[in-house]
């Protein structure tokens, strides 16, 4: 696989830390935190990465995407993660947008995809019911009645849910929670009857929401392709997902680590940097070069997708647990290099942590994925 990026990708990764650089700085992201900004985003920033084409980057070009691909939408997430920048991409693109593609039959591509593509519409994955992430445990059950359908059940952490105009949500159709088969993808209009909607903090300050389903009734044309294999749609979906995140995980922590950098170069103790003191600079070679292996993993994961390769499932866990990782470890470092002032809310560094702590966990964290490589190489 080629990891360089062609000349379309690199003039968007340009353009994208350039825009992101000088539209959505750090202090924006306070700014919307301190206001409690009901979308945690926005909205002008929003229609200027409309304007751009970004949602539409990665869909092929009969669907009338733009075919950049994902090593170039992933370095997108790479400079959001150096800013902070709070886009609903993931959820409209990485996620429903790719279950519509894979999942959907044209009629419902046709309805959908238009609005994704074109930001005139949001959609949101609602998924997990539980504090941790687990694809399988879906006890959300949805039942035919008349022409259409029944559901009910809870979802948690639902991301970018908050402003949505529809959600997709796994339901169980047939089985008991665990198994694959049995599931169903079901297009749910986040205005009708019996669909609930409660914002849920958590210490990034970004949109996220739990759903109640009770008796919410949704037409049989809004149940993706039933021929379809949910579980194979879902994992593909996923692994994009996480290639992204481990994307923007690496802009994050890259941000870190060069700011504790040039903290170290400037902070003066017993009348030196203390960046001269060996034992700081050991600490800080180690971590470069786990930096240097994070982005590896996550360029090979993003090739994977663009190439289609069969070993994306183990590529897009391998980038996921170790960005996992990393957003713990070079936080923690960079905490405690810094001192004191790095846990003051003043500092910009605190605001990273809180990034690099949800993104640890979006998903599925290390562990998980640890697992979850296990698993797929018959460990």
């Not at 035919?144 to 979802?155: S, Y």
């Not at 402003?163 to 694959?180: S, W």
């Amino acid at each position: 696989m080629n990891f360089l990026l062609n000349d379309e990708q690199r003039q968007l990764a340009d353009s994208a830390r350039e825009f992101l650089a000088a539209q959505s700085p750090v202090s924006l992201q306070r700014r919307l935190r301190d206001t409690r900004a009901p979308l945690a985003y926005d909205t002008a920033l929003w229609q200027q990465v409309i304007d751009l084409g970004w949602p539409a980057a990665v869909f092929p070009e009969d669907e009338a995407g733009l075919a950049v691909g994902y090593m170039g939408l992933g370095a997108v997430f790479e400079a959001m993660g150096r800013t902070l920048a709070a886009l609903p991409l993931l959820s409209s693109v990485a996620l429903c947008g790719e279950l519509l593609l894979a999942a959907g039959d044209a009629a419902q591509r046709a309805r959908w995809l238009p609005g994704l593509m074109t930001g005139e519409a949001r959609m949101a994955l609602a998924l997990d019911e539980r504090g941790r992430h687990d694809p399988t445990r879906i006890t959300t059950r949805a039942r035919h009645q008349d022409a259409g359908w029944v559901l009910d059940g809870e979802k948690w952490f639902v991301m970018d849910g908050i402003g949505a105009q529809a959600l997709m949500v796994v339901a169980r159709v047939l089985g008991a929670a665990g198994e694959d088969e049995g599931l169903g993808l079901f297009v749910v209009e986040t205005d009708q009857p019996g669909v609930t909607l409660a914002p849920t903090c958590l210490a990034d300050s970004r949109n996220y929401a739990r759903l109640t389903l009770t008796g919410a009734q949704v037409a049989g044309d809004h149940r993706l392709n039933e021929a379809s294999d949910v579980k194979q749609a879902l994992d593909a979906a996923l692994d994009r997902a996480c290639a992204c995140l481990a994307a923007e995980a690496l802009g994050v922590v890259r941000e870190v680590f060069e700011r504790t950098v040039s903290y170290l170069k400037e902070r003066v103790q017993f009348d030196v940097v203390i960046g001269s003191f060996q034992a700081l600079q050991h600490r800080v070679a180690r971590l470069y070069v786990e930096l240097e292996m994070l982005e590896s993993c996550v360029r090979a994961a993003l090739a994977a997708i663009d190439a289609a390769d069969p070993e994306l499932p183990l590529l897009a866990s391998l980038a996921k647990a170790r960005a996992a990782d990393l957003c713990e470890k070079i936080a923690n470092e960079a905490i405690q290099l810094h001192g004191g002032i790095g846990v003051t809310d003043e500092f910009d560094l605190g605001l990273f942590v809180k990034r690099a702590r949800v993104l640890q966990q979006s998903l599925g964290d290390g562990l998980y994925h640890r697992n979850r490589y296990a698993q797929l190489k018959r460990f």
